[in-house]
């Protein structure tokens, strides 16, 4: 018995010490899983860790670091759902920015900005932009409050951890990263101190691109003004040649300067030089336009460019203009009465000048710097352009007088009917007669007049010139024919134009007047819409319409189709060809043909040959014009023909 008694005790014994050993062993096991999940975890959020480091390195913009920030939680943290919430201080909205993970669209879908505490948002986003620290929740699942739609949809996915991780820029929380673990009490103390690591090298990393933006800002953009510097502009000017020169452009680089700067700076002080720069600069920007290139480039030196011209002139035309703008009107600097400034302009010009912006910076300020010992306020490099320039502006200065001291005048030239050679009307052209230069030709002074909008004005003169010719004629019992008045594209595109032309009609005391007008295509092409409105307008006074010069502009056939025109005339260029280049011929037959198909009247214009009177009558043209029948002349031989009609050739 004893051997069995010491049996069963020994069993027992080893039995307890079987049973103590399997607890203890299946405890060691227990811990020894426990441990190693923590160990997962932690090499889990130090894996992330390094993976941010080695981002923060490389990155070199704000979303990118987002991007990635959950990219890497995702796949190196293994967490489930990784955003970031960006969050806007002056606002209190807080909009998702970044996302990684299956289930992230699912739970955080993305949505426009939401203001923090409208609902809606993680109690923990919440609470770690509100206290400026990292919040977590081992189970939210439990957490009190009421559930957000994000909440309810992560708890739905099986997640139960989660972290909100305040993400720091300059010292101010601009964004919250977010991860959710499926693991109940995933986030202690280790992961806690190591996630809190990752946030503020994150945060460092966005501090840096801060920086860098800040120091790529000043490398290119002059801090005073805001204006781009002189980098930027050589920078910028590169493809706008390129345009210029792919367009057969010219292109003026300007470069001003304020003058007595150096008074300014010393009666109001540095401040004060700075204040005048920095209202300059947005009234330049404004005048040249939003889009224009700007840049100061010294101290109160500007340069701006200005284009899409094919003439030289203009440009200074141009410049002049804007310059005017800038400065006529007075500057207010804190407390000191209006301040009037004036600058100089020196203009290089592409491709004259330079072809590339370095060249034509530096000629722009040679330019600059030789009219500093003139009296001119503006030059051009090249010498003969200024010439040419100042001559163009001693013209512009005489128009500016020539309406009031009466030096024009309208001629007429007339247009026959090609089969019975019967006049059926004239044309009216403009004279001038510059006093001690004498007559001028429309081609010289047309143009500047368009340039300068005076051609408003003095078109207005012609049409009730023709009116009134037309009007007297008749009064004198004549049978007076009608009138062609040529009308340019800034007469035509003003908005008053057809109540100024009602009103020319209406000052010759209304009646019949026979006015006509032409319009060239180029201008009748651009646009169209208000064009066609406009015409149907004059047609309804009983004015007739012609479109003028065709063949030199690239109409669209489906618009003069549209358009309500009476006439088409052909190019002089085409009629001079006819004869001896079988293209031109081509091109004269099928715009004849083209137009009877389109019910137009087509008058042939520059005919000076019989040869070529000939060919277009073949041809069936309507009516013809040129010097073979008659030039422009006085309205006083226009009366002589009517009184004993047109002398028989
Ligand atoms: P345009 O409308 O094409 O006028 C025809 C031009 O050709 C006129 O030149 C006329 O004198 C000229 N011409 C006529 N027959 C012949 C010919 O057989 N051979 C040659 N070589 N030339 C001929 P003009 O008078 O010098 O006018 C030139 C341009 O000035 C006109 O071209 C027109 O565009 C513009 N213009 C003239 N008067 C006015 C006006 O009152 N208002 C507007 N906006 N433009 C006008
Ligand atoms: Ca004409
Ligand atoms: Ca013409």
């Known amino acids: 018995r004893g051997t069995v008694l010491t049996y069963a005790f020994g069993s027992l014994a080893l ?11 299946l405890r060691e096991l227990a811990q020894h899983r426990a441990q190693q999940a923590r160990i997962d975890r932690l090499h889990r959020v130090q894996a992330v860790l390094s993976g941010v480091n080695a981002l923060i390195v490389r990155a070199t913009q704000r979303q990118e670091v987002f991007e990635e ?7 190196q943290g293994k967490f489930g759902v990784a955003w970031i919430d960006a969050y806007d201080e002056a606002t209190g909205e807080v909009w998702r920015v970044a996302t990684a993970g299956p289930d992230a669209d699912y739970v955080v879908p993305s949505e426009g900005p939401v203001r923090m505490g409208a609902g809606g948002h993680w109690g923990v986003i919440a609470q770690a932009i509100a206290e400026r620290r990292t919040v977590h929740s081992n189970d939210f699942a439990s957490m009190p409050g009421p559930h957000s739609n994000r909440r309810d949809r992560a708890i739905e996915r099986g997640y139960r951890s989660a972290i909100a991780l305040p993400l720091f820029s300059n010292d101010h929380v601009v964004a919250v990263l977010a991860l959710l673990a499926r693991e109940r009490e995933f986030f202690d103390d280790e992961e806690l101190k190591l996630l809190d690591e990752l946030a503020g090298d994150v945060s460092f990393a966005l501090d840096h691109i801060a920086a860098q933006d800040h120091i790529n800002y000043l490398a290119l953009y002059d801090v005073l003004t805001g204006l ?34 150096r008074a300014i700076n010393d009666t109001l002080g540095w401040a004060g030089g700075d204040a005048l720069l920095r209202q ?9 336009g939003e889009h224009a290139l700007l840049a100061r480039v010294e101290r109160d030196r500007f340069v701006f460019v200005i284009g899409g011209v094919t003439e030289a002139a203009q440009l200074a035309v141009e410049a002049r203009e804007i310059v005017h703008k800038v400065f006529d009107t007075s500057f207010h600097l804190g407390g000191h009465e209006d301040l009037r400034i004036a600058a100089r302009t020196g203009i290089a010009v592409f491709p004259d000048d330079g072809e590339d912006p370095a060249t034509l910076l530096r000629n722009a300020e040679t330019a600059l710097a030789r009219s500093k010992d003139t009296t001119e306020r503006f030059l051009f490099y090249a010498r003969e352009m200024n010439a040419r320039v100042a001559e163009t502006l001693a013209l512009e200065n005489r128009l500016r007088s020539a309406l009031g001291a009466d030096e024009f005048e309208l001629h007429y030239q007339p247009k026959f009917n090609a089969g019975t050679n019967d006049m059926t009307g004239v044309e009216g052209l403009l004279r001038w007669h510059d006093p001690g230069v004498g007559m001028v030709s429309p081609e010289h002074f047309i143009p500047i007049l368009e340039e300068t909008g005076m051609i408003r004005e003095v078109g207005q003169w012609a049409l009730q010139q023709a009116i009134r010719d037309h009007r007297r004629w008749r009064d004198a019992g004549l049978d007076a024919p009608r009138i062609a008045i040529n009308v340019s594209a800034a007469q035509l595109h003003e908005a008053a134009f057809t109540t100024d032309v009602k009103a020319a009609i209406a000052a010759a005391g209304g009646g019949a007047h026979g006015l006509d007008i032409e319009i060239t295509e180029s201008t009748l092409m651009t646009r169209v819409e208000t064009n066609a409105d406009k015409l149907a307008a004059l047609r309804d006074l009983g004015i007739r319409i012609a479109i003028d010069d065709f063949g030199t502009g690239y109409s669209s056939l489906q618009y003069i189709a ?24 081509t091109i004269v037959s099928s715009v004849i043909s083209l137009a009877h198909e389109l019910d137009l009247m087509v008058v042939a214009e520059g005919v000076e040959t019989p040869e070529q009177a000939d060919g277009l009558r073949a041809l069936e ?21 009517l009184r004993k009609g047109f002398p028989q050739r």
């Not at 039995?15 to 062993?25: D, E, K, Q, R």
């Not at 300059?280 to 040249?288: C, H, K, T």
């Not at 060809?577 to 031109?584: E, L, W």
């Open 228 to 261: 781009p510097n002189r980098t930027l502009f050589v920078e910028r000017l590169g493809p706008v040649l390129q345009q210029a020169h792919e367009q057969g452009m010219l292109c003026g680089v300007a470069k001003i300067d304020i003058e007595r700067f």
């Open 69 to 75: 920030s959950c990219n890497i939680a995702v796949q």
């Open 621 to 641: 043209c309507d009516e013809m014009q040129g010097y073979l029948f008659s030039p422009p002349v006085p309205a006083a031989k226009v009366e002589e023909w």
């Open 562 to 585: 549209k358009l309500p025109l009476d006439t088409l005339k052909i190019d002089r260029s085409f009629v001079i060809g006819m004869i001896d280049n079988a293209t031109d011929h």
């Open 280 to 288: 300059v600069a947005p009234r330049l920007q404004e005048v040249l």
């Open 15 to 25: 039995l307890m010490l079987i049973g103590g050993l399997g607890y203890w062993l």
